[in-house]
């Protein structure tokens, strides 16, 4: 299987900072990487496919980067709407797995 | 919009079968693959299996012994029966669509599982 590290685990930030969230994979799976947003009440949204392309809706703030084994959510200007938890998965071969999430919480 | 709703027991004993609902409304089953996700206390997820539009199956091989995705194209509704389950299965089940080869574009807002005697 491929295992997905993500890191870190938690994170404090400001409204206004920018932060990173990194995502390596055991092994390459090209651009075959999502990232999500968990909400505690709302169902998980998917942020980011491909690696760095955006979803339908999710604000432009949101960016998403790498490929082979390498990947990085980066969140501008943080906004109070986004502290919640972020978790990568690839989709490149059978199993899928997932990272095992950030908090981001507010500082 | 595409709505997905999933529901069950909340408590299963070891070594009965879970089984779990998942009611899609907005979209077809029939049209899309349709699958589940669990989150262990912990935060840890992992990818159950999905159900294709076919109906045609695929699983984790970690799971593939224990696990079974049906439909109902009737009720628009797929399920999860999971097998000879241990306090192990304690989790969140999710219901969701993976979309364009496994990115999970819907989910339901999960339905907590509890294993115990």
């Known amino acids: 299987d491929v295992q997905m590290t993500q890191s870190p685990s938690y994170l404090a930030a400001s409204p206004g900072e920018s932060v990173s969230i990194s995502c390596k994979a055991s092994k390459s799976i090209s651009n075959n990487l999502a990232w999500y947003q968990e909400k505690p009440g709302k169902a998980n949204k998917l942020l980011i496919h491909s690696g760095s392309t955006l979803q339908s809706g999710t604000p432009s703030r949101f960016s998403g980067s790498g490929s082979g084994t390498d990947f990085t959510l980066t969140i501008r200007s943080l906004e109070f709407e986004d502290f919640a938890v972020y978790y990568c998965q690839h989709y490149n071969e059978n199993p899928w797995t997932f990272g095992g999430g950030t908090k981001l919480e507010l500082k | 919009e595409v709505q997905l709703q999933e529901s069950g027991p909340g408590l299963v004993k070891p070594s009965q079968s879970l089984s779990l609902t998942c009611s899609v409304t907005?979209?077809?089953?029939?049209?899309?693959?349709w699958g589940w996700i669990r989150k262990f206390p912990g935060n840890k997820m992992e990818w159950i299996g999905h159900i294709t539009y076919s109906g045609s199956t695929v699983y984790n091989p970690s799971l593939k012994s224990r696990i079974s995705i049906t439909r109902d194209t009737s009720k628009n509704k797929f399920f999860l029966q999971l097998n000879s389950v241990t306090t192990e299965d304690t989790a969140t089940y999710y219901c969701a669509r993976p979309n364009y080869g496994g990115r999970f574009d819907y989910w339901g807002q999960g339905v907590m599982v509890t294993v115990s005697s």
């Open positions: 907005g979209y077809s089953v029939t049209s899309n693959y």
